[in-house]
């Protein structure tokens, strides 16, 4: 098979504390130095917060993996120094098509407003994103971020001040401490097996085929869903392109298929000829066979072991949920877990990392489930209406979006969140209360940029409109709250942000800081933003 990437091996190096088998205590443990576990430590280097990242392997990903990344993980990516880098190097997409046999029923835009810095969706091979992790975190945060490798971890018990965790490498074993732990070891976690954590949810009877295909080929920068195409009928194909020139391809394969059987070579390349045509030159650069799931834990905090990504939900791939939910699952969690570590916020504000993400992946495996129901259906009812939806959508609108071929990953709102204080008065537009804020191009000091740029230090922001309250910051605990006047600080280049939320003069919003509205209101009232903080941080 073709390698149109070149896999970098990093060097395991033995501990100081393995070496003098003293047991030291750090202030963060990550294990898994994936697309959740890099992210994690370079959340927590912005921050100040000193972190030790264990992996069991020493490159990264091997296949392309996860390579669908949707706007706003691609939002926090940018904040923490990796989004511009991953975007110039992807492919750049929103438009969807889906096709029943050879005829388009349905196509979809994932982005149709303009003045958005971050694109709809890009496609990257996972072990870019992770190469791209690693090198800012080896130039940005060297003296804060202690990579681990071929470091796998075989002890995790909890304690009522620590986590105590034996480590094994190629010298042998040896024990470390953390304040807290962050687990994002994948669908296979060890670290949720020692908790003797169980999933909850279901396998899918089907398995996919997924083909990373090297062709020159005409296809658009778009993602192409077929049901029962003349090339593989009965069943689905997927073709997204990625970087390089490599494709994409997932076959459904149903669930008698032999997987070792179906990843051969000689059975791959048959299928991909009837797809592209005998005049296509092509090579295979990495095929597997998966069955998928549908399954999450129903807390995401074990004592001091906080669980984030695969490791705590897993979806089917259809619409991109897995990697683009544990990122948010992180950005969730950091700044609440600075706030305790510097004594600013009690221990309970961490208990809503639980309630707010077990709701968020409740709510995608729901659109999971629900997207692999109508690929696949189980039941000839389920299969009836798939096909009657598909029958209609070519001519009649309403049955349009109907057609689930997955849909693509949003952020979920937390909208019932204890964190949010409720609205008082009327507002139209999406930025509800619990919702991830909207960008929008904006000028300060002379220099055009971006609004998400400018709130990207995760401090709490107050956002005003118009009517200058005459301060700069709000203290409360020691939690300081930048202000922001809109039309003085901050110039509304397009009026796009009054637009987004719905401003009028004296419009105040209270940001948190991973960008999610924790309260609004239509005046500047300091005593009801100093309640609202209270709320954001757990202290009523």
């Not at 196509?107 to 091979?125: C, G, R, S, T, V």
């Not at 072991?305 to 259809?318: E, N, T």
């Not at 800081?513 to 005046?523: E, F, K, N, S």
Request: charged content about 30%.
């Amino acid at each position: 098979m073709l390698n149109t990437y070149q896999y970098p091996e990093f060097d395991y190096v033995q501990s100081e504390e393995q070496k003098s088998g003293t047991v030291k205590r750090h202030k963060a443990v990550i294990i898994g130095a994936g697309p959740i576990g890099l992210t994690t430590a370079l959340d927590f280097a912005k921050q100040g917060i000193p972190v030790v990242i264990l992996d069991d392997n020493n490159t990264v990903s091997i296949g392309s993996r996860a390579v669908c990344y949707a706007k706003r993980p691609l939002e926090i990516w940018d904040r923490l120094g990796v989004g511009e880098r991953m975007i110039d190097k992807s492919v750049v997409w929103k438009v969807g098509k889906v096709f029943r046999d050879e005829e388009l029923v349905y196509q979809f835009d994932l982005l149709p407003e303009d003045d958005h810095k971050i694109p709809a969706f890009i496609n990257l091979q996972q072990y870019y994103l992770e190469e791209y992790m690693i090198d800012e975190a080896k130039k940005q945060y060297g003296d804060l971020i202690d990579f681990r490798w071929k470091s796998k971890t075989i002890s995790l018990k909890n304690h009522d001040d620590h986590v105590a965790l034996q480590i094994e490498t190629p010298d042998g074993v040896y024990k470390m401490e953390a304040d807290y732990v962050v687990a994002c070891d994948g669908a296979n976690s060890d670290t949720r097996k020692m908790l003797g954590l169980d999933f909850e949810g279901q396998f899918f009877q089907d398995r996919f085929l997924i083909a990373d295909v090297v062709m020159k080929a005409d296809f658009p920068a778009e993602r192409w869903f077929w049901f029962n195409p003349p090339f593989h009928r009965n069943q689905s194909v997927l073709l997204h392109m990625q970087s390089d020139d490599v494709w994409r391809i997932d076959f459904q394969l149903g669930w008698d298929c032999d997987p070792e059987e179906e990843k051969k070579p000689e059975n791959v390349i048959p299928r991909l000829k009837a797809m592209l045509g005998d005049d296509v030159e092509f090579e295979l650069e990495w095929v597997s066979v998966y069955q998928f799931a549908c399954r999450q834990l129903q807390d995401f905090k074990c004592g001091r072991v906080f669980i984030a990504g695969d490791a705590a939900h897993q979806v089917s791939p259809f619409g991109a949920r897995g990697a683009n939910t544990g990122v948010q699952d992180i950005d969730n969690l950091t700044w609440k877990l600075k706030l305790v570590m510097d004594g600013k916020a009690p221990e309970k504000l961490l208990e809503s990392y639980s309630e707010e993400r077990v709701f968020a992946a409740a709510d995608n495996l729901l659109n999971s489930t629900r997207s692999t129901d109508f690929i696949t259906p189980k039941s000839a009812v389920s299969k009836a209406f798939r096909d009657a939806v598909l029958d209609l959508a070519s001519d009649y609108e309403f049955a349009r979006p109907l057609v689930n071929s997955g849909r693509l990953s949003m952020p979920t709102p937390y909208l019932h969140s204890s964190l949010n204080t409720p609205d008082e008065d009327t507002f139209d537009g999406k930025m509800l209360p619990g919702t991830n804020c909207a960008d929008a191009p904006v000028n300060v000091d002379g220099c055009e940029g971006w609004f998400l740029n400018h709130i990207a230090d995760s401090r709490f922001k107050i956002l005003t409109f118009g009517t200058d309250p005459g301060i700069k910051t709000l203290d409360l605990n020691g939690i300081a709250c930048d202000i922001i006047v809109v039309g003085k600080d901050m110039l509304d280049i397009k009026n796009r942000l009054k637009e987004r939320y719905d401003a009028k003069d004296g419009t105040t919003y209270l940001l948190r800081p991973d960008q999610h509205v924790a309260a609004r209101w239509r005046t500047f009232d300091q005593n009801k933003i100093e309640t609202a903080l209270k709320r954001a941080t757990a202290q009523l």
